[in-house]
């Protein structure tokens, strides 16, 4: 599994999210808290939990640097 952090924003119901995935909780969640402190419009932030075959790991954070995850070929 890999998790996606999503975020919620003023007026609206559901949860958004990108194309970004994580291999830890941790990572998914310390990324959409990051998110929520940069916006003016969000009101919630979490980490969910995503099948990895359709949202594999592109993205890691390092000493709290994001960092893009490179297929090797």
């Given at each position: 599994?890999?998790?996606k952090p999503e975020v919620q924003v003023?007026?609206?119901d559901g949860w958004h999210s990108n194309?970004?995935?994580?291999?830890?909780?941790?990572?998914a969640k310390a990324w959409a808290q990051d998110l929520f402190n940069r916006?003016?419009?969000t009101t919630?932030?979490?980490a969910v939990e995503v099948d990895t075959e359709a949202n594999p790991v592109n993205y890691q954070i390092v000493d709290g640097v994001l960092i893009p995850v490179v297929e090797a070929k």
């Open positions: 599994m890999s998790w003023t007026g609206e194309a970004m995935a994580f291999a830890t909780e941790a990572e916006w003016f419009v919630a932030f979490r």
